[in-house]
């Protein structure tokens, strides 16, 4: 059985930084498709980003997040910089066992953590 654990949510002010944590226990994270969503306050979940063996970003994200795997840590990781307040949400990882299909589609996803809050103040 796959479990996935966040770490590293909190408060931040708007234009600073926080990285976010993903610790897979039950197997070996090689061969999973990793990503990253999010569910601002009132909306649906959505796509953040995914890593194979490329990585992919919502626009809303791109060059400002970073998507890694650390495969002797059997960790996936998000570095957000330049935070902005509707970056506000509570952040997913997930994992699924293939690389292949729409990553950027949550049903695609078999496996899901827990969540962990990120609030951007003004």
């Known amino acids: 059985q796959v479990q996935l654990d966040e770490l590293g949510g909190g408060l931040v002010q708007a234009g600073g930084s926080l990285r976010l944590s993903c610790i897979v226990s039950g197997h070996n994270l090689s061969g999973y498709r990793m990503a990253w969503f999010r569910q601002p306050p009132g909306e649906e979940r959505e796509f953040v980003a995914a890593v194979r063996w490329d990585t992919h970003y919502a626009d809303s994200v791109k060059g400002r997040f970073t998507i890694w795997i650390d495969v002797t840590m059997n960790a996936l990781y998000l570095q957000m910089n330049s935070l902005k307040v509707e970056d506000t949400a509570v952040y997913y990882c997930?994992?699924?066992?293939?690389?292949?299909?729409?990553?950027?589609?949550?049903?695609?996803?078999?496996?899901w953590g827990q969540g962990t809050q990120v609030t951007v103040s003004s």
């Open positions: 997930a994992a699924a066992d293939s690389y292949y299909g729409d990553i950027s589609l949550s049903g695609q996803y078999a496996y």
